[in-house]
T-cell receptor
Framework: AQSVTQLDSQVPVFEEAPVELRCNYS??????LFWYVQYPNQGLQLLLK??????LVKGINGFEAEFNKSQTSFHLRKPSVHISDTAEYFCAVSDWRTSYDKVIFGPGTSLSVIP | NAGVTQTPKFRVLKTGQSMTLLCAQDMNHEYMYWYRQDPGMGLRLIHYSVGEGTTAKGEVPDGYNVSRLKKQNFLLGLESAAPSQTSVYFC??????????FGPGTRLLVL
């Protein structure tokens, strides 16, 4: 069975500082990996996704993530955060064979950017 | 395109009452989903649909029913609401490429 772990429930960071949000997954098969962002009182938006190919994936708003198969990780990074990045971030994994019903979300990491 | 819309945005129910949440998408997506979001638990899949006229159970289907009579609409029903169903409900839709597009959510309080 697949599962997603986001070790940090809350991450405070000063504006213009770098940030890394950690995500680890467990799966017995090849996977697709996603990061979604949820701004207050809104639905989730896709930040980036890994399906295949290059392990370094670039997304919107200056975010990027690196797929590490040996460590089963998909950490999200941004070199310089902005106040507007304050939001909840969800890592998700899906089984590439039955993707439509096997998207598993992590519990989320709340990023707070401090001015 | 409006994307994915949900009605209502907020609702308060008493235990035992029933209600239907409506999800509509204008992107011609085949797949639609209903999730619930609870603090510290991420999103959990309630039911999903892979096409008009089809539905299937997700991770937490008990107490909910769904219908997909039209491709663009996916209804979530609560026949007899319970306080444990207090949550934020999100609808999403996707193509086969798995990127899901989410609605703004419905906040439900069951007293």
């Amino acid at each position: 069975a697949q599962s997603v772990t986001q070790l940090d429930s809350q991450v405070p960071v000063f504006e213009e500082a770098p940030v890394e949000l950690r995500c680890n997954y467990s799966s017995s098969v090849s996977v697709y990996l996603f990061w979604y962002v949820q701004y207050p009182n809104q639905g989730l938006q896709l930040l980036l996704k890994y399906l295949s190919g290059s392990t370094l994936v670039k997304g919107i708003n200056g975010f990027e993530a690196e797929f590490n198969k040996s460590q089963t990780s998909f950490h999200l990074r941004k070199p310089s955060v902005h106040i507007s990045d304050t939001a909840e971030y969800f890592c998700a994994v899906s089984d590439w064979r039955t993707s439509y019903d096997k998207v598993i979300f992590g519990p989320g990491t709340s990023l707070s950017v401090i001015p | 395109n409006a994307g994915v819309t949900q009605t209502p945005k907020f609702r308060v129910l008493k235990t035992g009452q029933s209600m239907t949440l409506l999800c509509a998408q204008d992107m011609n997506h085949e797949y639609m989903y209903w999730y619930r979001q609870d603090p510290g638990m991420g999103l959990r899949l309630i039911h999903y649909s892979v096409g008009e006229g089809t539905t299937a159970k997700g991770e937490v289907p008990d107490g909910y029913n769904v219908s997909r009579l039209k491709k663009q609409n996916f209804l979530l029903g609560l026949e007899s609401a319970a306080p444990s169903q207090t949550s934020v409900y999100f609808c999403a839709s996707s193509t086969e490429e798995t990127t899901q597009y989410f609605g703004p959510g419905t906040r439900l309080l069951v007293l």
